[in-house]
């Protein structure tokens, strides 16, 4: 089955410690993004990947940082986590990238808490 | 940069038809994707506009104005499954990923 898989779904951490958020996709696509979630804010950009070792920064990535090591995994980093990253997290892959119309294929999300 | 405007919420009754109005100023755009989103779930594609025109698909239906930078979706004989969040993406050069509004909160009645 074709899919994007995130882990964890859920995650409650404290301030400063490190954590990594998983992304992995089945479908040989080529690129690769993630996005955070906030009421009111819709889905925003943090990074995206164009192809293995290619990435380049989104709408606010501050905070974050992320690697493409292989086609298929795409994590997410937060070195020193802060309570304004608490959000809810998605993935996403699509086959191409603009302007070829491909949908993105999104995973489950991650919902962090920050403490 | 790229900005998106669609309303907050939208209201309408089961069996009626509903429009999600999406405006957009971005440069060198590409194309207008809709997905949509159940309570904090995944998003979902549902339609992507590159030409001038109404796509229908089902149910759905998508269209967009390039010169008017706007598009909208509507969808009939809503059901009240339909109730959702409702994303206008917009896909313009400079970017690789689309970029999406704030999303449509649609709530269906019985």
């Known amino acids: 089955e074709a899919q994007v898989t995130q882990n964890p779904r859920y995650l409650i951490t404290v301030t400063g410690k490190k954590l990594t958020v998983t992304c992995s996709q089945n479908?040989?696509?080529?690129?690769m993004s993630w996005y955070r979630q906030d009421p009111g804010l819709g889905l925003r950009q943090i990074y995206y990947?164009?192809?293995?070792?290619?990435?380049d920064k989104g709408d606010v990535p501050e905070g974050y940082k992320v690697s493409r090591k292989e086609k298929r995994n795409f994590p997410l980093i937060l070195e020193s986590p802060s309570p304004n990253q608490t959000s809810l997290y998605f993935c996403?892959?699509?086959?191409?990238?603009?302007?070829?119309?491909?949908?993105?294929?999104f995973g489950d999300g991650t919902r962090l808490s920050i403490l | 940069g790229q900005s998106l405007e669609q309303p907050s919420e939208v209201t309408a009754v089961e069996g009626a038809i509903v429009q999600i109005n999406c405006t957009y100023q971005?440069?060198?755009?590409?194309?207008l994707s809709w997905y949509q989103q159940h309570d904090g779930g995944a998003p979902t594609f549902l339609s992507y506009?590159?030409?001038?025109g109404l796509e229908e698909t089902g149910r759905f239906s998508s269209f967009l104005s390039r010169s008017d930078s706007y598009g909208y979706l509507l969808l009939q004989e809503l059901q009240m499954k339909d109730s959702a969040s409702y994303f206008c993406?917009?896909?313009?050069?400079?970017?690789?990923?689309?970029?999406f509004g704030r999303g449509t909160s649609l709530i269906v009645h019985p």
């Open positions: 996403a892959s699509s086959l191409v990238g603009a302007p070829g119309g491909q949908p993105q294929h």
């Open positions: 479908m040989n696509h080529e690129y």
């Open positions: 990947s164009m192809n293995v070792e290619v990435t």
């Open positions: 971005t440069s060198g755009f590409y194309g």
């Open positions: 506009n590159a030409l001038d």
């Open positions: 993406a917009v896909s313009a050069g400079g970017s690789y990923i689309p970029t």
